[in-house]
């Protein structure tokens, strides 16, 4: 931001940064062999929902789109709005074979179109699931405005507590593989996530 | 899968039009005043060496202003920060918010009255807060709220308390030379002196209602650009027409003493807690609703596509 954009007033919402989305794709085999936190076999994309009818068609657009990509492999897509007003785009794998790749060219694809279509500004994050040994959720977050993942452990019950501590420990056992998050207050926590 | 390999050559798109009118203004208001404060620092130079000591002093004030003013105000004012889990659903919508405008997350804090209200402070993005009465918690829906948070946010993101604090220093200056002046001013010195001084007053009383007037008007066109940036942030412009339409009628109606606790320090509310109407729109320092309004419709209409 310069000094004119300062003394007028002004700023634009930032472009996704440069997407490193598929270093998930790579990451969860060491997740999964060397640390048994295995796919849970769901993703999800959050972003702004226009109100806009441009908007709605490239949302159904999109889901053709990611439907057809989906189609060899049996991902499923459903869609849904949380109480802040953001679309959530919910992929799941065929029960029985989590495949993180198959769920990252599919992120990717839903990415592609909203960006295609020019909507790229109301790009959110995306969400990937894991299960650990305990069977606890472990999620990691990709903030497509920074290029970062992050994990993100609520802690168990209603609570909106998260395990600070074993996002840390996750961020010291992978966080070589991955772009994590440098700035730990932006690992911004995501209640409620539907997957 | 060739999907992916397809998408580099787009050219963005753009929701919202330029503009370039409310940013030609506000740079024409800083250069007056600009061009104001450097006639009046000439002046006060060639007054001589007493006027020196004054600028000291301005500049320590200035400082204290800076760094001191928020958390006065916000101890004035029964600011109290609230934590995730005192306040999912404010520090849920500002989450979102800070990720969607790629900035740190400000403190997050709660006044207990019941007149809507919110604004934000601290001189820096990285010493932010954003504050939220009871009352607008209680009346928006969330989506209203969102709108407001992001007009807030866009507060912080446009630096606007550094700004209207610097913008304001030689208005302050003004105002303390010429109280400063009919306090100890006259009955000394020769006849040339007295004459002196005489024009220094009247220059700084000359120089601090027409700042005056100027800081109002930026003050005003700041809260333009942080609509905006609130509409640019959610792309929900109506969302935040509505909440604007929520809070001011519920502030008119609202009873007067609960308006003076929280007068003082109006400038970064999003609605003046105040009765607007008897005031001259040269002198507030937010816009008329209806301005604000027609603002929103029109980055509506553009968001649309039918303007």
Redesign the interface.
């Known amino acids: 931001?310069g000094l004119r954009?300062?003394?007028?007033?002004?700023?634009?919402?930032?472009?996704p940064a440069p997407d490193r989305l598929f270093a998930i794709s790579t990451a969860y085999v060491g997740l999964q062999s060397e640390h048994q936190i295995d796919p849970a076999g769901s993703a999800a994309i959050v972003f702004?929902s226009?109100?806009?009818?441009?908007f709605e068609s490239t949302l159904k657009d999109m889901e053709e789109?990611v439907t057809a990509?989906g189609g060899d492999s049996g991902t499923t897509v459903s869609t849904q709005e949380d109480?802040?007003?953001?679309r959530w785009m919910i992929l799941r794998n065929p029960d029985g074979t989590p495949s993180v790749e198959d769920l990252a060219?599919g992120i990717?694809?839903v990415s592609?179109?909203i960006?295609?279509?020019?909507?790229?500004?109301?790009l959110?994050?995306a969400v990937f699931a894991f299960v650990d040994a305990q069977q606890r959720r472990v999620y990691f977050i990709y903030?497509y405005?920074?290029g970062y993942w992050y994990p993100f452990v609520p802690a168990p019950g209603d609570?909106?507590?998260r395990s600070t501590e074993r996002e840390l420990q996750l961020k010291a056992q992978i966080g070589s593989e991955m772009p994590i998050e440098p700035?730990l207050?932006?690992w911004?926590?995501?209640?409620g996530i539907p997957i | 899968m060739c999907f992916c390999d397809n998408l580099a050559m787009v050219a963005k798109r753009q929701s919202f039009g330029k503009d370039t009118g409310l940013q030609a203004r506000m740079l024409l208001t800083l250069f007056l005043l600009g061009l104001l404060y450097a006639v009046f620092v000439g002046v006060l130079f060639a007054a001589g060496a007493g006027a020196s000591v004054i600028v000291v002093i301005a500049v320590v004030l200035l400082l204290m202003q800076l760094f001191g003013s928020d958390k006065l105000a916000m101890a004035a004012m029964g600011v109290k920060e609230v934590s995730p889990e005192q306040e999912p659903e404010l520090h849920g919508i500002i989450d979102r918010l800070c990720v969607q405008a790629d900035l740190p997350k400000p403190r997050v804090c709660v006044i207990e009255t019941s007149v809507p209200n919110a604004c934000a402070m601290g001189r820096s993005q990285k010493s932010a807060s954003v504050t939220a009465t009871r009352g607008i918690l209680d009346m928006l829906s969330p989506a209203e709220l969102e709108g407001v948070m992001a007009h807030e946010l866009s507060h912080v993101i446009n630096r606007d308390v550094m700004v209207m604090t610097l913008a304001s220093f030689f208005a302050s200056l003004a105002s303390m030379i010429a109280q400063f002046a009919l306090f100890f001013g006259g009955g000394y010195g020769n006849d040339e002196e007295e004459r002196d001084i005489m024009i220094v007053i009247l220059v700084s009383v000359v120089v601090y209602v027409v700042s005056f007037v100027l800081l109002r008007t930026l003050s005003r066109y700041r809260e333009f650009a942080a609509d905006r940036g609130s509409a640019v942030l959610t792309g929900r412009p109506s969302a935040l027409a509505s909440a604007l339409i929520k809070i001011s009628g519920a502030i008119e109606r609202a009873p007067s003493q609960d308006l003076r606790r929280v007068e003082g320090s109006s400038a970064f509310f999003i609605i003046p807690p105040r009765a607007k109407k008897s005031l001259m729109n040269l002198f507030a320092d937010h816009p008329p609703l209806e301005q604000r309004l027609a603002a929103l419709q029109r980055l509506e209409s553009q968001l649309q596509g039918v303007a």
């Not at chain 1, 109480?83 to 953001?86: K, L, Q, W």
């Not at chain 1, 960006?115 to 109301?122: I, M, Q, V």
Request: glycine fraction near 10%; hydrophobic fraction near 30%.
């Open positions: 931001m954009d300062i003394l007028t007033g002004r700023h634009q919402v930032k472009d702004q226009l109100a806009t009818s441009d789109v990509t109480s802040y007003g953001y060219v990717n694809a592609g179109s960006e295609t279509a020019g909507y790229g500004e109301r959110l994050c903030n405005k920074r609570a909106q507590e700035e207050e932006r911004f926590p995501l209640w």
